[in-house]
């Protein structure tokens, strides 16, 4: 499963990484005779929050403010870095952010509709 990861690089400056989360086809405990695709245990947090943005805002310059993965649910955004590159999240997208010193990114939701999204903050 590809997720993409959103760090500072060594001349501090925000970018991303593709990364490739391996899945591994097991056993569903639950449902004898099933199975399922998963990966191996992600750094996970104690909490979750829910976040709903309306369409159209946009989050100036900033840097994550925790390492955090970022789901999104509903809608879609465009996360731009300082050299002008852009990529887009849409629902479904899993996105680790990671940019937590250096020139950060901009975000703003391009969806016609709130974006919704889950922030999974960790350690």
Request: negative net charge; hydrophobic residues 40%; contains cysteine.
């Amino acid at each position: 499963m590809q997720v993409t990861r959103l760090y500072t690089n060594g001349d501090g400056r925000s970018a991303f990484e593709d990364l490739q989360i391996a899945l591994e086809r097991v056993q569903v405990e639950q449902f004898p005779g099933q199975k399922a695709e998963q990966s191996a245990r992600l750094p996970a947090p104690s909490a979750m929050i829910l976040n709903e943005t309306d369409a159209g805002h946009q989050y100036d310059w900033h840097n994550a403010p925790k390492k955090q993965w970022v789901i999104t649910l509903q809608g879609e955004i465009e996360v731009q870095l300082r050299d002008g590159t852009a990529r887009r999240f849409a629902a479904g997208s899993v996105l680790l952010a990671d940019d937590l010193t250096g020139s950060g990114h901009a975000t703003k939701v391009v969806s016609k509709e709130a974006w919704r999204c889950a922030f999974l903050p960790f350690e």
